[in-house]
């Protein structure tokens, strides 16, 4: 029993050193414009695209690892969070958009993208 606290300590370690090497180049890839770009609203037809169905296939258990990680040693929520960005499904960039309008994530999100060089992210309001 040990070791296996032993090696979930160093599971959760590494997760959480990839998430924050990582993290500029996910929020770097956002189009500065991805929240006030018209959408087409008949997109659904693309879930049954093999393309979206793999993606599917590969947010879900790192989804599923994130909320594990609630309770296990981990990054629970940022495992959440990527997981969910790999993923494509209905209600998806609703989700998104209530995310950055939370008071400070859009600050925090351009300012990585302002350390990157990248252009700040239109705000969505």
Do not use: C
């Not at 160093?10 to 890839?29: C, D, H, N, Q, Y």
Request: glycine share 8%; aromatic share 12%; no cysteine.
């Amino acid at each position: 029993m040990e070791q296996l606290f032993t090696w979930l300590g160093v599971i959760s370690a590494l997760t959480f050193i990839f998430s924050l090497l990582m993290l500029p180049w996910f929020v770097g890839r956002i189009p500065a414009d991805y929240f006030t770009r018209p959408r087409d609203p008949h997109r659904w037809h693309l879930l049954l695209q093999p393309r979206f169905i793999l993606r599917n296939l590969l947010g879900l258990p790192i989804v599923i690892a994130g909320i594990a990680m609630l309770v296990l040693p981990g990054q629970g929520i940022l495992t959440i969070m990527v997981g969910l960005g790999v993923m494509y499904f209905p209600g998806k960039f609703e989700l998104e958009r209530w995310v950055v309008t939370r008071r400070g994530v859009l600050k925090a999100l351009n300012w990585i993208r302002k350390k990157e060089r990248h252009p700040p992210i239109e705000s969505p309001t």
